[in-house]
Nanobody
Framework: VQLVESGGGLVQAEGFLRLSCAAS????????MGWFRQAPGKEREFVST????????YYTDSVKGRFTISRDNARNTVYLQMNSLKPEDTAVYYC??????????????????WGQGTQVTVSS
């Protein structure tokens, strides 16, 4: 599986962005998907995950109520809608895919496939 993120950019605080992650191959629905982020000097951290069917989702506390993960299995794409952005959301955002679970996965070590990342910068 190859993953390509897009949609990052520079936005002011309280603004919004929608990230997309397009996956290659015909088995996209066999993978749970996740979004992670890494800020300069910090470890990569979990943001959100969605199950294979899209019926279940999970978020880290800091983005609950602001971010929404979704997927379109017909388009092999997962999205991250980010609203009410804060400067502390500034990071490189990565999407990832795992076939290791039929549910959700929040640990990076569970993911086998990663995109190249897209930069999100939120100015104050």
């Amino acid at each position: 599986v190859q993953l390509v993120e897009s949609g990052g950019g520079l936005v002011q605080a309280e603004g919004f962005l929608r990230l997309s992650c397009a996956a290659s191959g015909r088995t996209f629905s066999s993978y749970a998907m996740g979004w992670f982020r890494q800020a300069p000097g910090k470890e990569r951290e979990f943001v959100s995950t969605i199950s294979r069917s899209g019926g279940s989702t999970y978020y880290t506390d800091s983005v609950k109520g602001r971010f929404t993960i979704s997927r379109d299995n017909a388009r092999n794409t997962v999205y991250l809608q980010m609203n009410s952005l804060k400067p502390e959301d500034t990071a490189v955002y990565y999407c990832a895919a795992t076939a290791a679970t039929t549910g959700l996965a929040s640990e990076p070590r569970m993911y086998s496939y990663w995109g190249q990342g897209t930069q999100v910068t939120v100015s104050s």
